[in-house]
């Protein structure tokens, strides 16, 4: 046991480097100078020279990448070159309405998409199962803005049920605030629940066929018993883990829901990054977010390892 | 949509059967006719099969006719689609019909670009991987770190990065697609590498490209090509989420996703601007996804069991 998780902590690491390797080199091997893009047109050479020198970049890449990883190993990002202040602070000061907006998403995707599984491999074949199939692939087709222009030109604009865009008057409360990720969470939330259905019902389908759910209803124990208790928890352990990657999809598919409803995410502000050249954010979100991807797949190894000894072996 | 497939397929053996004494066995004697007409007896099969043939059809139709997308007429502006504008008009009095035609034209040909290059490195990926057991842990751990950024994410930077364009664009969903495919084709190959004609080939000589062109590669047809199906229709879905945020090919060029972008303060007055654009990606992504999956329960029998 102690073995399986230092070989699988080691192969966590090791994929850890080279994100941070690959991170380095996709915003340095960039054309394109961003000091130049700060200082604007009247900017002269040595203007631009001497602020290159303030940023590091005048020295070579190899010695960039080992300054880059001293301050990364301090829990430095470096300083946006735009916003005037720490990336981490940038981070830190977007990370609420992602993570809100992630949480309420994940909370209506596991509603819908866990139900709608387990009725679909019940009734396998029939009309119901043939629907909600039907709907998981419709769900993984619809482009996320543009099923946000259209729920938002409904509830918002139309029927004035919810905002049209942003998060609320600066010092809104948490009420206020949640009102406003109704609709990006509903977006989010129902295109995602297509996986979590495909997830569940092959899932579900592989356990209903099981000797012991026969068993199960050999000695007479009802079709709901059979289905909830004997075969949903064995079909569980797979089910929680597209529900956890899901987690890290939806931090990608939080970027273009933001941008729709104009909440200020860290979706937000890496597409404001990415049309500025303002390196160190793209490299601090694009490291954040594989840290945390990274961390969640290894916390769903683990708990295979905890609920499921079979996987030990 | 099996375009890509003829491009995948190997070349027919040269001097037939005999000087290669190892002929793969699971390989199937049918002609690509019979192959199609199983295909097609799913009704549904056959219906995404004719709604991808029509598409590609406007498309193409609509690079021929000569029609320019961008030519304005002010005075029919944001008009309700009537039988002289089927679909309506935008903001600028452009049909909306003939723009999504056209549109169509970039959007296809960025994700069946994608499709094909993500599919050809990833196989060659995933071959190598798979086959070379001293390669499979340093390539599978890049795959691993690359499949670490969200797609969308990883797509945005790439494009930011590298500027926006068409041939960008496509560039940065291959960097996206290929450890995907690399993972599925890699795992395939682990399989196939055990069986007994490649020991038998492996046995009496034939050289090792030779094992993996004609013996292992063909055996891993039916992944690829239901992975070239879905990256097909992912691309198409990312091409207009990056379009939509700015990031992608530059606004002028009218795909599905800039026309979205481009009209969506008009959505309050004219819901179908936004709503129509939409609708193509969707069908098309749709029609692609149903088309994989039937590829795919043709070819694995085992999965439509479970399916």
Redesign the interface.
């Known amino acids: 046991m102690a073995r399986f998780l230092l070989t699988r902590l080691g192969g966590v690491l090791v994929v850890m480097a080279i994100v941070a390797v690959l991170v380095f080199v996709l915003t340095r091997a960039a054309p394109g100078d961003p000091i130049a893009v700060l200082l604007g047109d009247q900017a002269t050479a040595e203007d631009i020279a001497r602020v290159q020198k303030v940023y590091g970049l005048d020295r070579p890449l190899p010695v960039q990448f080992g300054l880059w990883l001293r301050e990364l190993a301090h829990g430095n990002l470096g300083e946006s070159i735009f916003l005037q202040r720490p990336v981490t602070q940038a981070l830190w000061e977007r990370a609420e309405p992602t993570a809100l907006l992630s949480l309420m998403a994940i909370a209506i995707a596991a509603l819908i998409g866990v139900p709608c599984g387990i009725v679909s491999a019940v009734f396998r074949g029939k009309a119901i199962d043939q629907v909600f199939t039907g709907f998981a692939m419709l769900g993984a087709s619809v482009p996320s803005f543009w099923f946000g222009l259209v729920l938002m030109q409904i509830f918002a604009v139309s029927l004035g049920w919810f905002p049209v865009s942003g998060y609320g008057e600066p010092g809104a409360s948490l009420a206020a605030r949640i009102h406003c990720l109704v609709l990006p969470a509903t977006v989010l939330g129902v295109l995602n629940s297509a996986l979590i259905i495909r997830f569940t019902r092959a899932s579900m389908l592989d356990v209903l066929g099981e000797d012991y759910v026969r068993t199960a209803r050999a000695k007479g124990l009802s079709e709901n018993m059979v289905v909830l208790k004997h075969a949903l928890r064995n079909a569980l352990v797979p089910i929680v883990t597209v529900i956890g990657l899901t987690v890290a999809l939806m931090i990608g598919g939080a970027v273009v829901t933001e941008t729709v409803f104009g909440l200020p995410g860290v979706g937000n502000l890496v597409v404001s990054a990415v049309i500025r050249r303002d390196y160190p954010v793209i490299q601090g979100a694009l490291l954040v977010v594989a840290v945390i991807y990274v961390v969640i797949n290894f916390a769903i190894d683990l708990l295979y390892t905890v609920v499921d000894p079979r996987v030990r072996t | 949509m099996t375009a890509p497939a003829s491009d995948l397929r190997p070349p027919p053996p040269q001097g037939g059967a005999a000087s290669d004494p190892a002929e793969p066995v699971p390989r199937r004697p049918l002609a690509v006719p019979l192959v199609l007409r199983k295909l097609f007896r799913r009704r549904i099969v056959l219906g995404a099969a004719i709604v991808l043939a029509l598409v590609v059809t406007l498309a193409v139709l609509a690079g021929l006719s000569g029609f320019d997308p961008n030519e304005t007429a002010v005075s029919q502006r944001l008009s309700q689609p009537s039988s002289a504008h089927l679909l309506g008009t935008d903001e600028l009095g452009r049909d909306l019909f003939a723009r999504i035609a056209f549109g169509g034209r970039y959007s296809l040909t960025i994700a069946l670009l994608t499709a094909v290059g993500s599919v050809l490195a990833g196989t060659l990926l995933g071959l190598v991987a798979g086959f070379f057991r001293r390669l499979d842990a340093p390539v599978m751990?890049?795959v691993?770190?690359?499949m670490?950024?969200?797609?969308?994410?990883?797509a945005?930077?790439?494009?930011?990065?590298?500027?926006p364009s068409m041939l960008n664009v496509v560039l940065a969903l291959v960097l996206v697609y290929t450890p995907r495919v690399a993972r599925v084709v890699r795992a395939s190959t682990l399989v196939v590498r055990e069986l007994l004609f490649v020991e038998a080939a492996r046995a009496v000589g034939v050289s090792t490209a030779r094992i993996l062109w004609r013996h292992v590669l063909p055996n891993l047809m039916s992944p690829i090509l239901v992975q070239a199906s879905f990256i097909f229709?992912y691309a198409i879905?990312a091409e207009?989420?990056l379009s939509?945020?700015?990031?992608g090919v530059p606004p002028e060029i009218p795909t599905w996703?800039t026309m979205?972008a481009g009209s969506?303060q008009y959505?309050?007055q004219a819901?179908w601007i936004?709503?129509f654009?939409?609708l193509a990606?969707?069908v098309t992504?749709?029609s692609l996804?149903?088309l994989g999956?039937g590829i795919r329960d043709l070819l694995d029998p085992r999965l439509r069991k479970?399916?």
Request: glycine letters at 10%.
């Open positions: 751990r890049v691993d770190a690359m670490s950024f969200p797609d969308i994410l990883l945005i930077a790439l494009v930011g990065i590298l500027g229709a879905l207009a989420a939509f945020l700015g990031v996703g979205v969506q959505a309050h819901l936004v709503l654009p939409g990606i969707i992504a749709l996804q149903l999956d479970s399916m």
